[in-house]
């Protein structure tokens, strides 16, 4: 069994063959940021459902706190000309 204590925490975010974005998928302790790359290859991507990978270490991530919902996400509904509903996307577009 691998000793990983002491090994930081890196986050997986993985981009499928029919996405446009890349999804968080899971956690991993790594000693580096190429031997995480290379461990989440091997735990998230077996089935060939990935194009691209990306690790980024949990200490660098920075998130809201629930506490501020309602400072950072109620005025945006005052603004409903910043939502997309009064364009038409051309046919061409259906990504979006």
Do not use: N
Not at 68 to 91: C, G, N
Request: proline letters at 6%; charged letters at 20%; hydrophobic letters at 40%.
């Amino acid at each position: 069994m691998t000793q990983t204590t002491g090994w930081p925490l890196w986050e997986v975010f993985v981009r499928s063959r029919q996405g446009l974005d890349h999804k968080h998928c899971g956690s991993l302790h790594a000693s580096d940021a190429t031997m995480a790359l290379q461990m989440a290859r091997d735990v998230y991507t077996r089935r060939l459902e990935g194009v691209s990978i990306w690790v980024v270490p949990s200490a660098a991530i920075t998130a809201s706190a629930p506490a501020d919902q309602a400072i950072d996400f109620d005025p945006m509904a005052d603004k409903i000309y910043r939502h997309p509903t009064f364009y038409r996307l051309p046919d061409e577009v259906d990504h979006m």
